[in-house]
């Protein structure tokens, strides 16, 4: 049985946030091996990131007569990587579990944009 383990007062829920021209994405994930959950929490923030701007970045290419559906692919995927250059760490908290012959190590992250 996994006891509740309290998130930090900080992470409110997942998904993203926009305030004072800054995003910051909250995330969490959790596995038996730290560097899995860390690396999990960090992937879905990024691609959380990713979903926000990539609409954007489609809406602006509506405009544009693209006769190589590739071409449009890599524009759309290195404007994303462009916008999403400086997402840097704020707040990360771990929480660990031993139980069941087995520690299980949840990181809750919050990353951000600034400036976007």
Same mark, same amino acid.
Request: hydrophobic share 35%; charged share 25%.
């Given at each position: 049985?996994?006891?509740?383990?309290?998130?930090?007062?900080?992470?409110?829920?997942?998904?993203?946030?926009?305030?004072?021209?800054?995003?910051?994405?909250?995330?969490?994930?959790?596995?038996?091996?730290?560097?899995? *959950?860390?690396?999990? @929490?960090?992937?879905?923030?990024?691609?959380?990131?990713?979903?926000? %701007?990539?609409?954007?970045?489609? #809406?602006?290419?509506?405009?544009?007569?693209?006769?190589?559906?590739?071409?449009?692919?890599?524009?759309?995927?290195?404007?994303?990587?462009?916008?999403?250059?400086?997402?840097?760490?704020?707040? *990360?908290?771990?929480? @660990?579990?031993?139980?069941?012959?087995?520690?299980?190590?949840?990181? %809750?992250?919050?990353?951000?944009? #600034?400036?976007?």
């Amino acid at each position: 049985e996994t006891p509740d383990i309290e998130p930090p007062y900080w992470f409110v829920n997942e998904g993203i946030v926009e305030k004072d021209g800054s995003l910051t994405y909250s995330a969490s994930a959790s596995s038996a091996c730290l560097i899995d *959950a860390w690396e999990k @929490a960090s992937q879905q923030a990024r691609f959380g990131f990713s979903r926000y %701007y990539s609409p954007n970045v489609e #809406s602006i290419q509506e405009n544009l007569l693209y006769r190589d559906f590739e071409r449009e692919r890599r524009l759309i995927a290195l404007e994303t990587v462009y916008k999403l250059r400086n997402i840097d760490f704020r707040r *990360a908290h771990i929480n @660990a579990y031993f139980g069941e012959n087995i520690i299980r190590y949840t990181v %809750y992250l919050e990353m951000g944009v #600034s400036g976007f």
